[in-house]
């Protein structure tokens, strides 16, 4: 929610993927724990990765708790790919 608020008071929009444990927690009723995010953002990476950073600080998470290493196994050359991704909810909300 956070990543998104501060995108939009930046006046941007950002489209992230999340995938593995936390995409798990995120679309169901998981109460297990995960210690950092997997997750693949359209395009630019680096308003992403400030943002996450700067969270990071803020809470006194690891620099890396928003983890793009997914992205190594997705191929933009997958036929069909943007079909497999749907969208769960739109943050922030309001």
Known sequence: MELGTRARQEGKVIDLATY???ALMLASNFCVATQDVDAVTK???ETIARLAEDIARARNWPRDWLDDGVRTYLSPNIHGLL?????????PFA
């Open 83 to 91: 079909e497999h991704h749907a969208l769960l909810r739109a943050y």
């Open 20 to 22: 593995g444990g936390s």
């Open 43 to 45: 395009g630019s990476q």
